[in-house]
């Protein structure tokens, strides 16, 4: 059920040689960085609304399980799944909701953290194109899409991220 996958991760280390991490350790990296970044959106129903609004602006919908029983959340999750591989954006599945909110040192704890949209890194705002620039991903980001693009087709597997 969980994928334990090791994929290679450059960190940041003073002999610069590369360390193997799984790919929960990869998200986490990921998404603590865009954290800082300010270029996340939490919960499903901001996510929804972000991208009725933006549909190029996304990188990775991060999601987790909803509660058995609710109904409602799981269509709209299936929903936000379906538009987000219409408009290639890369739906991670996880194990856990309070683990993100754990990596993301939240104590709202009335927060919804089932959804979570990282956003692409900024561009320049002077320039006049309107393409994504993916040379401002970093390295966790780039071996993440590898490991979606590895994965695409198949049914995702469940990511169990770490705890902390």
């Not at 219409?86 to 991670?92: K, L």
């Not at 599945?93 to 990596?103: A, C, G, N, W, Y």
Request: glycine share 4%.
């Amino acid at each position: 059920m969980y994928d334990q996958s090791v994929v290679s991760v450059k960190t940041e280390s003073f002999s610069g040689v590369a360390a193997k991490s799984t790919i929960g350790q990869c998200i986490r990296t990921v998404l603590r960085r865009a954290c800082v970044e300010k270029r996340l959106t939490i919960g499903l129903l901001p996510a929804i609304q972000y991208l009725s609004k933006n549909t190029n602006g996304a990188l990775f919908c991060l999601t987790a399980a909803a509660p058995p029983g609710d109904s409602a959340t799981h269509m709209q999750e299936v929903l936000l799944q379906a538009f987000c591989d219409e408009n290639d954006i890369y739906v991670i599945k996880v194990d856990s909701e309070t683990k993100l909110k754990r990596l993301l040192g939240s104590c709202k704890t009335h927060m919804d953290f089932s959804c979570i949209l990282v956003h692409y890194p900024y561009t320049d705002p002077f320039s006049d194109s309107q393409e994504i620039d993916l040379s401002n991903l970093t390295d966790s980001e780039k071996d993440l899409i590898e490991y979606c693009e590895n994965n695409w087709g198949s049914q995702m597997p469940v990511i169990k991220l770490p705890e902390k």
